[in-house]
């Protein structure tokens, strides 16, 4: 008999997709000892906060969710466990302050999950942080049954001046070439999306050289991938062998993510990044010229220390030369332990805020533009779902990614989530397109 037997689980996950992994590996835990889980959180007896700690404003939100959980006493809760990123980086500070937790873990502490519950209720609060074996536990997905991450390394070192996740995560390091495809396989009929905290890096450091093109060959070479997506790919590594896959291989996306985060030289050398505006611009025509058609998604950070009116308009000239397919634009945020941290010349809140307004209505132009130029076309989706409040199915097009592109919105007799369709733009925005399929009437 376990202290377990009998207890519902429940989990909030806070985050990236990478996070969202990690999260799926505890429920997986859970699930293959034969516990109940629950989606809503007023059923648990025991409820798992899983944490993003990469900015203040996550860092914040993970606390406020752990004080909203822990009003859930009084009920059903007995056992509220924090994990993830927060308490991996600041376990010291948590602990004794954050007393509404009973369970610390960290992000590779997935396999001493039960321990670590089973402990507390014994002896009270615990911290397991670092006390695990980082392993590729079995996962309860958590995404809709069509797609699927797949988290092919985890730790960074890139060491961008802004950026904590060294120090959260540690260093670089890829899952063995095996356990990943095994893992794919296990996923169901998918469409994979690969993550880390860079791709591009993959197997260099387990097997001396990089093996994310062949990683991809292989996956896709499985009967139930059926499409591969691609994200984080940093530019300086994307190489002609990766751009040959993503020409060739007809199960990956033409589409690809490219964390670029600025364009101008200065401010690009001050964030450690190893790029130049001239480099970043021929990368994108050398990909289009491979994969027409392509769609290239980035991201962005305004407001750097230093950064001056003249340099967030060349960042946003250099928007309207290249033409992202999809954006996303942050204002920075200054983290204690970095680099940039130290840096003088920080720039207002209201400034960094005014910035990120700009970018957007710059990137909104073009997107506009761009959807537009679908209109009166025929695409291919999948459709995601159905939206009530419109009345309308949910799609996405190939240059699209789950969760931080645009939709497709679209009327048909009928559709399946996970089936793909043909359908006909009849309409756009700067965001999403409108369309419907040729047998709607």
């Not at 530019?235 to 020409?247: G, W």
């Not at 009166?376 to 931080?404: M, Q, W």
């Amino acid at each position: 008999m376990s202290v377990l037997d009998g207890k519902k689980f429940g989990l909030i996950s806070l985050g990236c997709d990478k996070n969202r992994v990690d999260a799926e590996r505890l429920l997986g835990c859970i699930r293959g000892r034969g516990y109940p889980i629950t989606d809503d959180i007023k059923e648990a007896n025991v409820l798992i906060v899983n944490t993003c700690a990469f900015l203040n404003d996550a860092r914040k939100e993970a606390i406020d969710t752990v004080l909203e959980c822990d009003a859930c006493r009084g009920g059903n809760l007995e056992k509220l466990v924090v994990s993830g990123c927060l308490p991996q980086k600041y376990i010291g500070e948590l602990f004794p302050s954050l007393t509404e937790a009973d369970v610390f873990l960290g992000t590779g502490d997935a396999d001493v999950l039960l321990e670590a519950v089973e402990r507390s209720y014994a002896e009270g609060r615990v911290n397991f942080v670092g006390k695990g074996k980082e392993k590729m536990e079995p996962r309860v997905v958590t995404t809709p049954l069509h797609y699927a991450y797949l988290k092919i390394a985890d730790g960074c070192n890139n060491f961008c001046t802004y950026c904590l996740i060294p120090k959260i995560r540690g260093k670089y390091r890829s899952y063995p070439f095996g356990d990943l495809l095994q893992e794919a396989e296990s996923l169901g009929d998918v469409e994979l999306i690969l993550v880390a905290q860079d791709t591009t890096r993959y197997g260099i450091d387990l097997y001396g050289k990089k093996r994310f093109a062949e990683l991809i060959r292989a996956l896709s070479s499985l009967e139930n991938v059926q499409s591969i997506r691609l994200l984080y790919c940093y530019p300086e590594a994307i190489d002609d062998e990766l751009i040959a896959e993503i020409k060739n291989n007809r199960k990956v996306a033409k589409y690809i993510d490219i964390p670029l985060q600025h364009s101008e030289d200065r401010i690009l050398k001050l964030m450690n990044r190893r790029g130049s505006r001239a480099e970043y611009l021929h990368l994108i025509e050398k990909l289009r010229g491979a994969v027409p058609g392509i769609a290239i998604r980035s991201t962005f950070i305004a407001g750097f220390p230093t950064e001056t009116e003249e340099e967030v308009a060349a960042l946003g000239e250099f928007l309207r030369e290249a033409k992202l397919t999809n954006c996303g634009f942050f204002a920075y945020s200054r983290e204690p332990e970095t680099a940039a941290y130290r840096l003088k010349g920080q720039i207002p809140e209201r400034v960094k805020q005014r910035r990120v307004r700009e970018l957007y209505r710059v990137q909104e132009e073009i997107s506009a533009s761009y959807l537009q130029g679908w209109v009166g076309k025929k695409i291919e989706v999948v459709c995601d779902g159905i939206d009530y409040e419109r009345g309308l199915f949910v799609g996405r097009a190939y240059f699209s990614a789950p969760e931080i592109d645009g939709k497709v919105y679209f009327n048909a007799p009928e559709a399946c989530q996970g089936e793909r369709y043909t359908v006909l733009v009849t309409g756009s925005d700067s965001y999403d397109l409108f369309a419907r399929t040729e047998d709607f009437e």
